[in-house]
């Protein structure tokens, strides 16, 4: 059936794709393997995917500086849930209408949505924005409102997928039955889209989950509103953020603060949700990709 | 009268797209008009608005320093060679990918290669040091020592970062463009490589002239959509990865990077509201003018 140089094609391509497979979780493994190695083989060998010698010192010294940790994975929890159903609703409330092709004024609006990709004022503006006119610094609504909300893209995207799969003549009934639009929106679009819905939200949230530029640009006092990406942001330049009073106490009974695998523990600790839920959601995840990568 | 009554019907989709367009309003056209900053000399306490207008004096200054090159150059380079990189990663990665029988390898490769995009630039700055700092990365400690070769101070030297930002960000970004080229090709038509086949064409033969050609109009959807990003810059890449420092800014500058510490660091918002309009508005040109241009060639391919 298969010549022979096909097979071996596919056999060179399967070989190089388990190469190219190994390379993107190496530095994953490198991380992972670091945090658990002791200090002392840390210091020694430096960071290795097979150590010398297994520790836990770093993760003991997490445990001391845990409120600050859970804290910080609270805010990330409470960014990316309210972030990302805010965003769900506004778009799709946004791009049912634009879908409706009786909509006068339909293509104003939808010039309108797609302009904001094509031209931007930039970070000065924004920032000036955001700070001066809407006092923003320093609250919870600084990780949720600058630049996520809402993505022009998404709403063209979704848009697309309104108007291709919701057929006219479903939306015409229900109003003749004297539904009304918010009810045609809710009962009958929605229902009928959840793959673009479930894209499009997964997409938000995993933006939302790995920001760190809205609460650097705008979280400069109130470091209690601090997501995990934020306080992983912070370590880099102040390796000693997380010392407490309880982590202060290990310093004085003598034990050494084991800084060196403290920094990849620390940001172990912030990708395995993903990596646990990732698996679960990979096949909506490359749908998504495909959605918008392709047809925009 | 018959108008009242349309306007009546379609009140609620109008308002149902209320919240929608505000946000828009306030997040992306509101901050165009501070754009005007470029060409005054902002005072904290006068706002955008009642900072005096200084002409082009911030765009003088901007050009008269070595900054201005170095920026654009840094900006511009990485993208063309990122662009170029990624095309040719992405769609050999996926011609591979759809040469796999294994369906269990296939689905496993799709899936690890998209991990580094799941990753933020805070981690994988993390994940970079861990490989190139200098007294414990894996690189100094587990190859240079066992080739006797002294370890190196990465992190002071720029003429090594072009190399590794190119490195991280086609590691993080290949899976993602891979997956997109890999559902173009299962959309194609089967029968058109089963008539290849009987005709004796073999693999290679059939990639060259079945896939690539038709992978065409993806690739220059794609090149277009980085062409109109070619005065962007990925902040993550070129502030987190290199952990902000400052011995390498020779090569890690980037328009984005220089507003955010003309902003937040040097406070020289002249400058840095000058560097931002450029990329602004030539960002915009671009785009409109890649556009054009395929449209002329192409004209199914544009993208509007």
């Known amino acids: 059936m298969y010549s022979k140089s096909e097979k071996r094609f596919s056999q060179a391509a399967a070989v190089v794709m388990l190469l190219l497979s190994l390379v993107c979780i190496f530095p994953v493994v490198l991380l992972v393997m670091s945090s658990v190695t002791s200090e002392t083989a840390l210091l020694k060998n430096g960071y290795s995917i097979f150590p010398e010698e297994f520790g836990f010192e770093a993760y003991q010294y997490l445990w001391f500086s845990r409120s600050k940790i859970l804290r910080a994975y609270g805010m990330t929890l409470a960014s990316t849930a309210v972030g990302t159903s805010l965003s769900i609703t506004i778009t799709t409330l946004l791009a049912y209408p634009l879908s409706r092709k009786k909509l006068p004024g339909r293509n104003f609006f939808a010039f309108f949505v797609f302009f904001t990709m094509l031209f931007q004022g930039g970070l000065i503006p924004s920032y000036m924005m955001w700070t001066q006119t809407f006092h923003i610094k320093d609250s919870f609504w600084a990780l949720i409102f600058p630049s996520l909300l809402l993505s022009g893209f998404a709403v063209i995207m979704m848009r697309t997928y309104f108007s291709t799969n919701i057929p006219e003549h479903i939306v015409e009934a229900a109003m003749i039955d004297g539904a009304s639009e918010l009810k045609i929106l809710t009962r009958i679009v929605v229902p009928m889209s959840k793959p673009i819905l479930s894209t499009v939200g997964l997409m938000t949230a995993l933006a939302y989950w790995n920001d760190w530029m809205n609460g650097l640009y705008y979280l400069t006092k109130r470091t209690e509103l601090y997501t995990i990406q934020n306080l992983l942001n912070r370590l880099i330049t102040s390796a000693d953020f997380l010392s407490n009073n309880q982590a202060n106490s290990m310093i004085a009974a003598n034990i050494q603060v084991p800084s060196v695998g403290v920094r990849m523990a620390i940001a172990v600790i912030a990708i395995i949700p993903i990596l646990v839920i990732y698996p679960f959601f990979q096949k909506g995840f490359v749908k998504g990709i495909v959605i918008g990568g392709v047809k925009g | ?304």
Request: zero cysteines.
């Open chain 2, 1 to 304: 009268m018959a108008n009242m009554k349309r306007i009546k019907r379609f009140l609620p989709l109008y308002l149902m797209m209320v919240p929608g367009l505000v946000y828009l309003v306030v997040n992306n056209y509101i901050p165009l008009a501070g754009l005007q900053l470029a060409f005054k000399k902002f005072k904290y306490t006068a706002g955008i608005w009642g900072s005096p207008w200084v002409g082009f004096k911030n765009f003088a200054f901007l050009f008269k320093t070595k900054d201005a090159w170095m920026l654009f150059r840094n900006t511009i380079g990485y993208n063309l060679v990122f662009l170029v990189l990624n095309i040719i990663l992405a769609v050999a990665v996926a011609i591979l990918m759809n040469e796999i029988r294994s369906a269990w390898l296939r689905q496993v490769s799709q899936t690890v290669i998209l991990i580094p995009f799941l990753l933020s630039y805070v981690v994988i700055s993390y994940i970079v040091y861990a490989m190139f700092g200098q007294s414990n990365g894996m690189v100094n400690n587990s190859i240079l020592k066992p080739l006797g070769v002294e370890g190196i101070s990465w992190y002071t030297k720029p003429e090594y970062w072009p190399v590794i930002l190119t490195m991280v960000q086609a590691w993080k970004s290949f899976g993602y463009n891979s997956i997109i080229y890999y559902a173009t090709i299962i959309g194609f038509d089967r029968t058109l490589y089963e008539a290849a086949a009987v005709d004796g064409a073999g693999v290679w033969k059939r990639i060259v002239s079945i896939t690539l050609p038709l992978l065409k109009p993806t690739v220059i959807t794609l090149t277009l959509m980085s062409i109109g990003r070619m005065f962007y810059s990925d902040f993550g890449l070129f502030f987190q990865v290199p952990m902000n420092s400052g011995m390498l800014q020779k090569a890690t500058t980037t328009i984005d990077t220089y507003v955010y510490r003309g902003l937040m660091e040097t406070n020289d918002i002249g400058r840095a509201a000058a560097a931002g309009f450029l990329q602004s508005v030539l960002g915009f040109v671009t785009v409109l003018a890649a556009n054009m241009f395929v449209r002329r060639v192409e004209s199914d391919n544009a993208l509007f």
